[in-house]
């Protein structure tokens, strides 16, 4: 059974009608283009996992497979999600299903004064009693915001070493 059957209002998404979950987010000097580049490799390292398809096979995730190539355009798959706005280099929205929630992670990349802020917005609702304990068990003992953290991390490094100039990138690390 799908849960999110009826197409959103023109101009607005699904995710629109979640509730909040939580933010987090980050400030670095890369710009945005970068951090928008570090994006597909930093989503492929955390959903295009066998831990990831394997969690998503538990729950029952609609989306199970990874788009090849994933090219982060609306209609492409990660394990969990598809993309369903996709606004370069400004805004990512990616919404999943699964048996005990509908759910949708949101990324804002904004730049400013050589500064790009990146936030991260989850918004799902927990139906019934099943979905409220899963609430319980992923919400509730902080495993989701320190999974969005990690991939906040993720992201950060990503985009900041690609700042870096290639003679710096590759010396990192050497003595």
Not at 35 to 55: E, H, I, Q
Not at 81 to 100: K, N, Q, S, Y
Not at 125 to 148: E, I, K, M, Q, W
Not at 159 to 171: I, N, Y
Request: glycine share 8%.
């Amino acid at each position: 059974m799908r849960m999110l059957e009826d197409p959103p209002a023109p101009g607005a998404t699904r995710a629109d009608a979640l509730p909040l979950v939580d933010r987090h987010g980050f400030r670095t000097a890369a710009d945005a283009e970068k951090v928008w580049a570090a994006l597909a490799p930093t989503l492929l390292a955390s959903f295009g996992t066998r831990r990831a398809r394997w969690f998503a096979r538990v729950v029952g995730c609609s989306e199970r497979k990874v788009s090849r190539p994933f090219l982060m355009r609306p209609g492409d798959r990660v394990t969990g999600f598809r993309i369903v706005t996709a606004e370069r280099p400004a805004e990512l929205v990616l919404e999943g299903e699964h048996r005990f929630a509908r759910y949708a992670l949101i990324f804002r990349i904004a730049h400013r004064d050589g500064i790009t802020t990146v936030g991260a917005e989850t918004r799902a609702a927990f139906p019934n009693s099943p979905g409220r304990a899963y609430h319980g068990l992923v919400v509730g003992s902080g495993a989701h915001a320190r999974t969005v953290r990690r991939i906040l991390r993720g992201l950060r490094q990503r985009a900041e070493l690609a700042r870096q100039p290639a003679s710096r990138r590759r010396s990192r690390g050497r003595s």
